[in-house]
């Protein structure tokens, strides 16, 4: 059993009176001033107090049993969450303490009638951020059942579609769509192979203009590819219960620039007047979009969650990559203005102006170095030991919460994963003792 002492408050509220009730919180005795409690007076304790003097079935409505003669009332709950409970009428404040889940927490400040706004916003913050991996877990399981239910409602169309979807989709769902997944992500990379190998003059032929192109095998091998892409854009569109969605999708933007330059590149070389071809700038378009061939890397993220966790992980670190460039533009400029005036006194000063200078600015603050540009003056000598020391100390600052970012996004996705699998677990068999329990 302990006991609450009274805080001397400036207001008076505890000037006068004794008074005191005892309440039973899951075992543990706490003796409380009805003074203190009276701070609030439409919480739970504020109500028991004012109506222990009254008939029996209103006081037990407010508690789970109670004692009359020793005024002693008996709660069926957390004991360690009202320790925090009750510092709200002596604090004004109440803060979640650690090991007690927030969502629990919540329910107990319900109970107890006390209003969410007299939480410290450091626990607003905890207690949002739970919210919303429960947000996350119930949409990981939504998608999970999803999956596995069979709505007989459905029509044969719907269930086709519905079928493709998984098999175009969802790797996880069955053989055939890993198969699926699995072809996707090979093609992927022999198309970039092609794209890089095509390149090497040893492997190119010459056109009947003299020109050098790609190998007909190559070609071939290309146009393979982009058929194999075409054919599985149009059927995950096709089999997409949200069409307009899907086209905007970010992944899905990125699979269609992907596909189009090799249409386009068709178009204008096949379709198109030999007049026209001749044209400086169509023929300028075209190297453009054979050079948008590359987008198709970025493809893999769309079957690596691993880039999918990078790409959400550097989202939520802009702030950090917005003081590196600040840190980095800063330096660039301060340090390339200085070795422009310092470099003005040699007569072969490679410096030839500010913005001319920012380019060995760049290389030297992230050490690349590539000797082009250098200075040849004992003070420029100095600027740039001291320029490339902070472009390193100003690249490493950052680094660190970013890793971080990264390794709390991920293991975070992880137990959302667990969880959601354990939650669908869990329904899965208080179904399963539904149904035993209607056969009995």
């Known amino acids: ?42 919480s739970r304790l504020a109500e028991l107090v004012n109506c222990a003097d009254q008939n029996d079935d209103l006081i037990a409505s407010l508690c789970d049993d109670f004692d009359s003669g020793r005024k002693e009332f008996y709660f069926d709950r957390d004991p360690d969450a009202f320790k925090c409970i009750i510092d709200v009428y002596y604090f004004d404040e109440i803060h979640i303490k650690n090991g007690i889940c927030p969502i629990c927490f919540i329910k107990e400040m319900e109970f107890w009638k006390i209003d969410q706004s007299v939480l410290d916003e450091c626990c607003k913050s905890y207690l949002t951020e739970k919210e919303e991996e429960l947000r996350e877990i119930a949409g990981k399981v939504k998608l999970i059942l999803d999956d596995l239910e069979v709505d007989q409602c459905f029509t044969r169309t719907q269930l086709c579609q519905r079928n493709l979807w998984k098999l175009m989709e969802k790797p996880e769902s069955s053989l055939p769509a890993r198969i699926i997944a699995i072809a996707s992500f090979l093609f992927i990379l ?67 620039m992907a596909i189009m330059p090799f249409y386009v590149v068709l178009s204008l070389t096949y379709l198109g007047t030999s007049s026209m071809m001749e044209l400086a700038n169509v023929q300028q378009a075209v190297q453009a979009l054979r050079i948008m061939r590359i987008a198709r890397i970025f493809k893999l ?77 004992t003070l420029g000598k100095c600027n740039a030991a001291v320029s490339f020391l902070c472009g390193v100390i100003a690249i490493a600052l950052p680094i660190h919460p970013i890793i971080n970012n990264f390794v709390v996004f991920y293991n975070k996705q992880k137990v959302l994963e667990t969880a959601a699998k354990h939650e669908v677990e869990l329904m899965a068999l208080k179904s399963k003792d539904a149904r035993k329990t209607d056969r009995n």
């Open 190 to 256: 022999v198309s970039a192979v092609v794209m890089c190998v095509g390149t090497i003059p040893e492997l190119q032929v010459a056109d009947e203009e003299g020109k050098l192109v790609e190998h007909p095998i190559l070609e071939a091998i290309e146009t393979a590819c982009m058929m194999w892409f075409t054919t599985e854009y149009l059927l995950r569109l096709g089999s997409s219960p949200r069409k307009l969605h899907f086209a905007l999708s970010f992944m899905n933007i990125v699979d269609f």
């Open 1 to 42: 059993m302990w006991t609450i002492p009274r805080p001397n408050y400036r207001d008076g509220l505890c000037a006068d009176g004794d008074a005191e009730i005892a309440v039973n919180i899951g075992g543990v005795r706490v003796v409380l001033f009805t003074d203190v409690l009276s701070r609030y007076p439409d």
């Open 301 to 377: 993220a769309r079957h690596s969650s691993g880039l999918q966790t990078l790409t959400y992980a550097l989202k939520r670190s802009l702030k950090e990559l917005g003081l590196l460039l600040m840190y980095m533009g800063v330096g660039i400029f301060v340090f390339s203005a200085l070795a422009y005036t310092m470099e003005q006194s040699h007569p072969e000063t490679l410096f030839r102006s500010i913005p001319q200078s920012f380019w060995w600015a760049i290389i030297t603050m992230t050490t690349v170095g590539y000797g082009d540009i250098y200075p040849k003056t």
